[in-house]
């Protein structure tokens, strides 16, 4: 009855927009309340420092693709396919 109701008049634009808006809301209490029992055990502090570095540099790899952009195959790829 209610999706009747939305539909005719033409509400599922500002529906949805609620629906976000108020998941959105829940996630950011979810994050809040979460830190919160973090920082008050020790366990998650310990966690927390762990997870933020604590000062230290973190190395940063990026993946490439192993493939040349020509399309041919690599030179160890082509040895495998003569035997």
């Given at each position: 009855?209610?999706?009747?109701?939305?539909?005719?008049?033409?509400?599922?634009?500002?529906?949805?927009?609620?629906?976000?808006?108020?998941?959105?809301?829940?996630?950011?209490?979810?994050?809040r309340?979460?830190?919160?029992?973090?920082?008050?055990?020790?366990?998650?502090r310990?966690?927390?420092?762990?997870?933020?570095?604590?000062?230290k540099?973190?190395e940063?790899?990026?993946?490439s693709?192993?493939?040349?952009?020509?399309?041919?195959?690599?030179?160890?790829?082509?040895?495998?396919?003569?035997?």
């Amino acid at each position: 009855m209610g999706a009747y109701i939305i539909h005719q008049l033409n509400l599922w634009g500002p529906v949805m927009r609620m629906v976000e808006a108020a998941s959105h809301q829940a996630l950011e209490e979810g994050k809040r309340r979460l830190r919160e029992f973090l920082e008050s055990s020790d366990a998650g502090r310990q966690a927390i420092a762990m997870s933020t570095g604590a000062g230290k540099h973190r190395e940063e790899y990026e993946m490439s693709d192993l493939r040349p952009m020509n399309g041919t195959k690599p030179a160890l790829e082509k040895e495998e396919d003569d035997l």
